[in-house]
């Protein structure tokens, strides 16, 4: 039997202000969610502000509840006749001068023993930490009372990242003492105070001098998730716990919190991550980067999936963003966000940040924008709730490399941007991927079914993960490696050379450095295979960042490094010599299986500059290393996202759900327009396979057996159009 949270999930989640409760109608926020087929509602409870009669000591009763109002017992009411659940919202994030004066001891101190303080536009806070009476003691009697006083389905654990830098509370300072054997480590706590320079790169709390404190305050923070957790599922096994966790990308929330997806991969009922379409970067994103790239909350899930298969994936999203909460995202766009997420199998938290609904709040654009995405997932659950995106090219992804290379800032960023280039590549070119996780667990058997594996800048590589990435290719599997991949230690200090020098069939000569502008690549086989498509030229495009290295066999170079030729003043635009000893794309086989290195950043080039020199010769390269044996084949437009999903979960059949994303439509981001296009046909070759049924999930397609393969024809696509097709 599974519980309610085990299957596809579709939120809506009212952040109400405290002036919302007035005239609180829980009739009217089941209608909404009934018309937008949704089946779970998330609804403050408090901890910020109580939306209940809370008995317990800190609290802070709502100044707009009336009287006998229970908006809990309301919702509950309304809500479970009606076949929906209800988990409500918690925040131990902090609290006022007032009532954190009642018990200075249960709250975060800096080395002075002051308060660790946040500003809010119309509060300062004192925050706890992990350890803290606040946010564990207090909190375990704040769930129990919750679970205990209304039918709750769940509780959700909103701002769990519990302040930057180091506490110095007294339960700090002796649980360190007695698990590392010293002092806590002294930080100047100039940085550590605001919501501004807790983002900040520079922060001395971010640097590897403290490495080991954050390690050790992973430790506590899961500590406290875990009795959080307990604390629900003392209720009952089908109460479902979960917290706030950020994008995957997110590497500043990781080193400031300590708490990341492993935390959510234990203890979570769901994995749910917060992925908006607006960037909410804080001023660091340059100018037309204002907005993630349009497929980030599905690869999310894709990641979601890589972690733990049997827990459902949900994306925390919304109506309207997280810089401008009074007015709904663009409309359009938001549609095909949530096309891209249902797509792959994921669920959906709409979290909408004013009014009782999206329906009733000062800007009602929004309202309902999710019903059909909504509509879809709710009738076609069964099939979607446990499906995985089929896997021929795996995306390599830890957190070792997200910590050592990831920055919020995107000009400064060597992780983020090498892994959305490569997926711009196989969203293009309609290649079936998923991400493959590094880590302990991490082994040959990872890699099951993936044709070619992709390095996007890894650069740290375990001997665990050197010696199973190695057994794969010998044994047959393909390899696309970019820039500095295995150049690095598991401390983050770059190597003599690459660890995975054998297979890659380069050495380091012992400097990377920026290319920019005025840099290319002289073209040594045009036949190549890599260079598929790229005619009439002896040069190629450079950008980025280039690691200066040699190959092994020359004969392998497909093209070599050139030093800058500059291009002012024309006159002398040029250099003696275009030739160089330095690799820089190397084709290779190593046993059984090819391999590709680029010595430059070309995926990240992908994602930041979009020559064909980057994206159709990385695509070249993976079609190269895979043998182009993928799981489908299309004649789709590339502004045609076609995602591939499978679900085994039925004996001696497979069911595939092929998706067709249009994002054909204006050139700017976001998008306002969708342009319909015609004849747009999927084919899954059968291998020796029947095709045992198909159903049109959404959109009007037919499916027919052609020359060996199932094949799905789509006359016209609107803005999406969704086939099952059962194989066996």
């Known amino acids: 039997m599974k519980y309610w949270y085990q299957k596809n999930l579709r939120f809506l989640q009212t952040v109400l202000r405290a002036v919302d409760i007035v005239n609180y109608d829980a009739k009217g926020v089941m209608e909404y969610m009934k018309k937008a087929n949704a089946n779970v509602l998330v609804v403050n409870a408090g901890g910020v502000m109580d939306f209940f009669d809370n ?89 129990r009372y919750l679970m205990s006083r209304w039918p709750l389905d769940g509780i959700w654990e909103n701002a769990v990242s519990f302040g930057t830098g180091i506490c110095y509370c007294e339960r700090c300072r002796a649980r360190y003492k007695r698990d590392m054997g010293k002092e806590l480590p002294v930080l100047d706590e100039s940085g550590n105070t605001s919501m501004i320079n807790m983002f900040a790169q520079n922060n001395a709390f971010f640097s590897h001098e403290f490495d080991e404190y954050r390690a050790w305050k992973a430790v506590c923070a899961d500590e406290h998730i875990e009795r959080i957790r307990r604390a629900t599922k003392e209720f009952g096994e089908d109460k479902a716990y979960s917290a706030e966790i950020f994008d995957i990308y997110n590497n500043m929330m990781i080193q400031r919190c300590s708490i990341d997806h492993s935390n959510a991969k234990k203890s979570f009922d769901y994995l749910i991550s917060c992925v908006f379409m607006d960037a909410n970067y804080h001023g660091s994103m340059p100018q037309g980067h204002a907005y993630h790239t349009i497929n980030n909350a599905a690869s999310t899930i894709r990641f979601s999936r890589a972690l733990m298969p049997e827990k459902q994936p949900v994306i925390n999203t919304g109506g309207n963003g997280t810089r401008f909460r009074y007015v709904c995202d663009p409309l359009v766009e938001t549609r095909e966000w949530l096309w891209e997420i249902a797509s792959v199998g994921g669920g959906v938290w709409n979290c909408y940040f004013n009014g009782q609904h999206p329906a009733a709040t000062l800007d009602n654009r929004a309202a309902y ?98 010696q199973a990435i190695r057994e794969y290719v010998q ?41 920019d502008n005025d840099y290319y690549f002289k073209i040594k086989h045009l036949a190549s295979p890599v260079l598929n498509g790229i005619e009439n030229t002896e040069v190629m495009m450079n950008a980025g960042a280039t690691a200066i290295c040699k190959a092994e066999d020359p004969a392998e170079q497909v093209a070599g490094y050139l030093p800058m030729i500059l291009n002012q003043p024309p006159e002398y635009a040029w250099i003696p010599e275009m030739d160089s000893p ?82 054909t439509g204006t050139q700017q981001r976001p998008v306002k327009e969708i342009v319909p296009v015609s004849d747009q046909t999927v084919c899954l070759p059968l291998k020796g396979r029947r095709l045992l049924g198909s159903k049109v999930l959404w959109g009007s397609a037919a499916v027919s057996v052609q020359d060996g393969n199932a094949v799905v024809t789509v006359e016209r696509l609107e803005d999406f159009a969704s086939v099952q097709l059962t194989l066996a």
Not at 376 to 398: Q, R, T
């Open 55 to 143: 008995p317990l000591e800190m609290a802070k009763p709502n100044p707009f509840m009336k009287d006998g109002q229970d908006i809990l017992k309301d919702v509950c009411d309304e809500l479970h006749k009606n076949g929906m659940y209800v988990i409500v919202r918690i925040d131990f994030r902090g609290v006022e001068e007032a009532r954190y004066n009642l018990h200075p001891d249960w709250f975060a101190k800096d080395i002075h023993g002051n308060p660790k303080l946040t500003q809010y536009a119309t509060e300062t806070f004192r925050g706890p930490c992990y350890l803290s009476y606040y946010a564990n003691e207090h909190g375990e009697k704040y769930v």
């Open 582 to 663: 330095y690799a820089g794309i190397v084709a290779r086989t190593y046993g059984k299986g090819r391999v590709v290195y680029f010595a430059n950043t070309a995926d990240a080039q992908c994602y930041i500059n979009g020559h064909e020199d980057f994206t159709e010769v990385l695509a070249n390269a993976i079609d190269y290393t895979s043998g182009k044996d993928y799981s489908q084949f299309t004649n789709a437009y590339r502004s045609v996202h076609v995602n591939l999903i499978e679900n085994t979960q039925t004996a001696g059949q497979t069911d595939y759900v092929v998706s067709l994303i249009n994002l």
């Open 475 to 515: 044994n047959g599997g393909g390899l696309v490696a970019t820039y500095e991949s295995s150049l690095y230690g598991e401390d983050g200090q770059k190597l003599g050379d690459y660890a995975l020098a054998d297979v890659l069939g380069v050495h380091y000569a012992g400097e990377s450095k920026p290319t």
């Open 369 to 466: 924008s999710e019903k059909d995405a909504y509509g879809f997932m709710a009738a076609n659950s069964d099939v979607l709730s446990d499906s995985v995106p089929v896997k021929d090219v795996g995306l390599f992804y830890s957190i070792a490399n997200l910590q050592r290379f990831g920055n919020a800032n995107v000009l400064k960023d060597e992780f983020r941007r090498h892994f959305e280039g490569a997926e711009r590549v196989l969203n293009e070119h309609h290649i079936p991927y998923n991400f493959v996780l590094g880590g302990k667990d991490f082994s040959a058997e990872s890699l099951k079914g993936v044709k070619t594996l992709i390095l996007p800048n890894a650069g740290i590589l375990t001997e665990n993960e050197q």
